[in-house]
C-alpha cells in the first residue's frame, strides 16, 4: 500500500536558522498536505499542494511539490520559537475516491532560542 | 470560525468495555474521518464516512470497531470491547464537499483513550 516516509524525524534549530525537512511517497499523489501539531495539540492544516512542481509561500514557510507528484518538502527560514511543533506531510494517492490522507511519520522540531 | 469538536477530551476505560468517541464535524461538511495517534507516532488513517456509510477502511479498523451518523450533526465511533494497545489520541476530521481541488481537512482538538 501507498507510504509516505519523511525525514528527519527530529529537527534541533538554534532560533534564526533555516531548516528543511523531506516528505517521500511510494506512489504518485493527487495532492499533498502539510500540518503542523503543536505539543499536546491536535493537526491544524498549513496548505495544499496539488500541481506538479508547485511551490507556495506562507511567510517564512516555502512549500515544493515535486515534478513526479510523489515527494515534497517545506523549508522554514530564520526559525522562531513558534516554530515549534510536529509538522506532518500527508498524501492523497491518485488512486483514492474519499480523500483518505496517508501522513508521514512526521518531522519534530525544538528551538533553540 | 467554525471548528470541529469532539468529546470527551480524555477517557479512561477498562479492558474489554466499549467506548464511543463523539465528534460534531463543522456544519456544512460532508465528508468525515477517524484517525488515530498512539502516542510519540504518526498519525493513521482509521475510515472515512460519506453518504451515511463508510467508503474507506483501514487495516486497523477491524471488527472491534464501527462508525455512526445517529442525527444530523454528531459523527461517532465505537469501540466494542477496549484493547490495551487501543490506547492513544483519537481525532476527528472532516471536509466540505470540494467543487474544486482543495482537501483541506479540519481536525477536532481529539478525544485521549486510555485503556487499562
Known amino acids: 500500500g501507498q507510504q509516505v516516509m519523511q525525514i528527519p524525524q527530529y529537527q534541533h534549530v538554534q532560533e534564526g536558522e533555516d531548516f528543511t525537512t523531506y516528505c517521500n511517497s511510494s506512489t504518485t499523489l493527487s495532492n499533498i498536505q502539510w500540518y503542523k501539531q503543536r505539543p499536546g495539540g491536535h493537526p491544524v492544516f498549513l496548505i495544499q499542494l496539488v500541481k506538479s512542481g508547485e511551490v507556495k509561500k506562507q511567510k517564512r514557510l516555502t512549500f515544493q511539490f515535486g515534478e513526479a507528484k510523489k515527494n515534497s518538502s517545506l523549508h522554514i527560514t530564520a526559525t522562531q520559537t513558534t516554530d515549534v511543533g510536529t509538522y506532518f506531510c500527508?498524501?492523497?494517492?491518485?488512486?483514492?475516491?474519499?480523500?483518505?490522507?496517508?501522513f508521514g511519520a512526521g518531522t519534530q522540531v525544538v528551538v533553540t532560542p | 470560525e467554525p471548528e470541529v469538536t469532539q468529546t470527551p477530551s480524555h477517557q479512561v476505560t477498562q479492558m474489554g468495555q466499549e467506548v464511543i468517541l463523539r465528534c460534531v464535524p463543522i456544519s456544512n461538511h460532508l465528508y468525515f474521518y477517524w484517525y488515530r495517534q498512539i502516542l510519540g507516532q504518526k498519525v493513521e488513517f482509521l475510515v472515512s464516512?460519506?453518504?451515511?456509510?463508510?467508503?474507506?477502511k483501514s487495516e486497523i479498523f477491524d471488527d472491534q470497531f464501527s462508525v455512526e451518523r445517529p442525527d444530523g450533526s454528531n459523527f461517532t465511533l465505537k469501540i466494542r470491547s477496549t484493547k490495551l494497545e487501543d490506547s492513544a489520541m483519537y481525532f476527528c476530521a472532516s471536509r466540505r464537499l470540494a467543487a474544486d481541488t482543495s482537501y483541506e481537512q479540519y481536525f477536532g482538538p481529539g478525544t485521549r483513550l486510555t485503556v487499562t
Open positions: 500527508a498524501g492523497r494517492s491518485i488512486t483514492d475516491s474519499w480523500g483518505k490522507l496517508q
Open positions: 464516512f460519506y453518504n451515511n456509510e463508510i467508503s474507506e
